[in-house]
């Protein structure tokens, strides 16, 4: 079972996490597929399916107005998650169906969020981004 990460870059302030947006994209990557594999969905392990997740590197001010729109709360956040199915429905999912890609939904970071707060609590950017 594939599991695809379409990562978009919306902020150049995640240069900063790397010198240049490949390597910050492959970090990021790296990242993912090591939480994954602790995650629910590979109890599911799909055969023929191909898994997506959308993860989207955003500035403050770009997460900010997301947070205000959907959740009404206007200020930045490290992480949002749009979900396209809950647990039950995920669990629900016949992945030997005729379906032969099934997106799971966008993850949104922001760079500057996770930067203060890695910083406020003495960790590593990358492994305060892997612990959200």
Not at 29 to 48: G, H, N, R, S, V
Not at 86 to 104: G, R
Request: glycine residues 0%; charged residues 30%.
């Amino acid at each position: 079972m594939p599991i695809n990460f379409d990562i978009t870059i919306k902020s150049k302030k995640w240069l900063n996490f790397n010198n240049d947006l490949n390597s910050a994209k492959k970090d990021i990557k790296e990242i993912c597929t090591d939480i994954i594999a602790l995650c629910p969905i590979q109890k599911l392990k799909p055969k023929k399916n191909n898994i997506e997740i959308s993860l989207i590197l955003m500035s403050d001010l770009q997460i900010k107005k997301i947070n205000n729109k959907y959740r009404q709360k206007d200020y930045p956040t490290n992480t949002l998650s749009f979900p396209i199915f809950d647990k039950i429905e995920l669990e629900a999912l016949n992945f030997n169906s005729k379906l032969s890609d099934i997106f799971l939904g966008d993850l949104l970071f922001s760079y500057e969020k996770i930067a203060k707060e890695s910083k406020l609590q003495n960790k590593n950017f990358k492994n305060h981004l892997t612990h959200l």
